[in-house]
């Protein structure tokens, strides 16, 4: 299960560290057990997204903009027997991509996981951070 420190998650969703440490206090998203620092559930965050209406703003728009790389977490993941459809929370942006299932699998995505989106001209792609492994 990947599980991410708090202000990963909260770079990841464009809101302050105070945001998901009220989130967890609220029981809107679980902690992982566990000595040391807190580690936020990525799977429990993904299902807190997507209960949430399409739209919806976390956080602040930020004011400049991180050109064609959107890093975020996979919120939703469809997997058909060619083709999936990867839903990823990037700040307060949902990006929506289709990729083939062997470049899911060959990424090892799931719902939780972080992976970055590269907006191109005419598609968008998915990857994982860079030096990073499920």
Do not use: D, F, H
């Given at each position: 299960m990947p599980n991410y420190r708090i202000s990963t998650i909260a770079n990841l969703l464009g809101v302050s560290d105070d945001t998901i440490r009220r989130w967890l206090d609220e029981n809107l998203i679980k902690t992982v057990a566990?000595?040391?620092?807190k580690r936020v559930d990525g799977a429990s965050v993904a299902r807190f997204l997507q209960?949430?209406?399409?739209?919806?703003?976390?956080?602040?728009?930020?004011?400049?903009?991180?050109?064609n790389h959107f890093q975020g977490l996979v919120v939703a993941l469809k997997k058909?027997?060619?083709?999936?459809?990867v839903d990823l929370q990037?700040?307060?942006?949902?990006?929506?991509?289709?990729?083939?299932?062997?470049?899911v699998e060959?990424?090892?995505?799931?719902?939780?996981?972080?992976?970055t989106?590269?907006?191109?001209?005419?598609?968008v792609s998915v990857q994982l951070p860079e030096g990073e492994k499920l």
């Open positions: 566990g000595s040391g620092p209960e949430r209406p399409a739209g919806t703003l976390l956080g602040e728009e930020p004011n400049e903009s991180i050109r058909g027997q060619v083709m999936s459809q990037c700040g307060p942006y949902r990006v929506v991509s289709l990729v083939s299932t062997e470049a060959e990424l090892n995505l799931e719902v939780g996981s972080v992976a989106a590269q907006v191109k001209a005419t598609n």
